[in-house]
Protein backbone atom coordinates (compact mmCIF):
# COMPACT_ATOMS: atom_id res chain seq x y z
CA UNK A 1 0.00 0.00 0.00
CA UNK A 2 2.86 2.14 -0.15
CA UNK A 3 3.10 4.73 -2.76
CA UNK A 4 -0.51 4.52 -3.01
CA UNK A 5 -2.58 8.01 -3.53
CA UNK A 6 -4.40 8.06 -0.37
CA UNK A 7 -7.69 10.00 0.42
CA UNK A 8 -9.25 11.61 3.09
CA UNK A 9 -13.05 10.48 3.49
CA UNK A 10 -14.44 11.89 6.53
CA UNK A 11 -13.08 14.00 9.65
CA UNK A 12 -14.43 13.33 12.77
CA UNK A 13 -13.90 14.67 16.58
CA UNK A 14 -12.25 12.36 18.47
CA UNK A 15 -10.30 8.99 18.05
CA UNK A 16 -13.50 7.18 19.39
CA UNK A 17 -15.69 8.07 16.75
CA UNK A 18 -12.63 7.92 13.92
CA UNK A 19 -12.07 3.81 15.40
CA UNK A 20 -16.15 2.97 14.80
CA UNK A 21 -15.46 4.46 11.25
CA UNK A 22 -11.98 2.51 10.75
CA UNK A 23 -14.21 -0.82 12.21
CA UNK A 24 -17.01 -0.06 9.87
CA UNK A 25 -14.63 0.34 7.02
CA UNK A 26 -11.77 -2.75 7.74
CA UNK A 27 -15.25 -4.94 8.13
CA UNK A 28 -15.89 -4.50 4.51
CA UNK A 29 -12.00 -5.01 3.63
CA UNK A 30 -11.39 -1.23 2.91
CA UNK A 31 -7.70 -0.60 3.96
CA UNK A 32 -7.92 2.35 6.14
CA UNK A 33 -5.35 4.77 7.58
CA UNK A 34 -6.30 7.26 10.81
CA UNK A 35 -4.23 10.93 10.39
CA UNK A 36 -4.29 12.93 13.94
CA UNK A 37 -2.08 14.95 16.16
CA UNK A 38 -1.59 12.54 19.19
CA UNK A 39 -1.32 15.59 21.52
CA UNK A 40 -5.20 15.94 21.10
CA UNK A 41 -5.77 12.53 22.33
CA UNK A 42 -3.60 12.97 25.30
CA UNK A 43 -5.52 15.73 26.76
CA UNK A 44 -9.09 15.49 24.93
CA UNK A 45 -8.82 18.63 22.91
CA UNK A 46 -10.53 19.34 20.17
CA UNK A 47 -10.25 22.74 19.77
CA UNK A 48 -8.49 24.36 16.65
CA UNK A 49 -8.22 20.96 15.06
CA UNK A 50 -6.37 19.51 17.85
CA UNK A 51 -9.47 16.38 18.39
CA UNK A 52 -9.78 16.28 14.84
CA UNK A 53 -8.93 12.85 12.96
CA UNK A 54 -9.07 12.51 9.68
CA UNK A 55 -10.02 9.34 8.22
CA UNK A 56 -7.97 7.92 4.92
CA UNK A 57 -8.48 5.22 2.61
CA UNK A 58 -6.60 4.64 -0.87
CA UNK A 59 -7.69 6.60 -4.10
CA UNK A 60 -9.32 3.45 -5.42
CA UNK A 61 -11.36 2.63 -2.88
CA UNK A 62 -13.35 5.88 -2.14
CA UNK A 63 -16.32 4.99 -3.70
CA UNK A 64 -16.81 1.94 -2.31
CA UNK A 65 -15.80 3.32 1.37
CA UNK A 66 -18.77 6.09 0.70
CA UNK A 67 -21.11 3.78 0.19
CA UNK A 68 -20.71 1.81 3.12
CA UNK A 69 -20.22 5.43 5.27
CA UNK A 70 -23.60 6.31 3.64
CA UNK A 71 -25.35 2.78 4.96
CA UNK A 72 -27.77 3.37 7.09
CA UNK A 73 -28.46 -0.49 9.36
CA UNK A 74 -31.80 -1.71 11.08
CA UNK A 75 -32.35 -4.13 13.35
CA UNK A 76 -33.08 -6.55 11.04
CA UNK A 77 -30.22 -6.16 8.83
CA UNK A 78 -27.88 -7.31 11.63
CA UNK A 79 -26.89 -11.38 12.01
CA UNK A 80 -27.57 -11.88 15.58
CA UNK A 81 -26.69 -15.09 17.09
CA UNK A 82 -28.82 -16.93 19.25
CA UNK A 83 -26.74 -17.44 22.64
CA UNK A 84 -26.66 -21.34 23.63
CA UNK A 85 -29.38 -22.28 26.37
CA UNK A 86 -27.46 -23.36 29.40
CA UNK A 87 -28.68 -26.49 30.61
CA UNK A 88 -27.60 -25.74 34.13
CA UNK A 89 -26.32 -23.17 36.57
CA UNK A 90 -24.81 -25.74 39.08
CA UNK A 91 -20.98 -25.58 38.96
CA UNK A 92 -20.11 -29.40 37.02
CA UNK A 93 -18.23 -31.98 39.74
CA UNK A 94 -19.79 -31.07 42.66
CA UNK A 95 -22.30 -33.20 44.90
CA UNK A 96 -24.48 -31.68 47.64
CA UNK A 97 -22.92 -32.62 51.17
CA UNK A 98 -25.74 -33.60 53.52
CA UNK A 99 -23.79 -32.87 56.60
CA UNK A 100 -24.09 -29.20 56.30
CA UNK A 101 -27.71 -28.84 56.31
Same mark, same amino acid.
Request: charged residues 30%; glycine residues 8%; proline residues 5%.
Given at each position: ? +? #? ?9 ? /?? =?? $????? !????? +? #? ?9 ? /?? =?? $????? !? ?19 ? $? ?31
Amino acid at each position: M +E #GENWQVISTTS /GL =IK $ARIIE !GRLEA +E #GIPVRLQYEPI /GE =IY $AITVD !GLGEVQILVPEQWVGQALRVL $AKEYSEEDLDWEEEPQATSHKPQGFKKDDSTQ
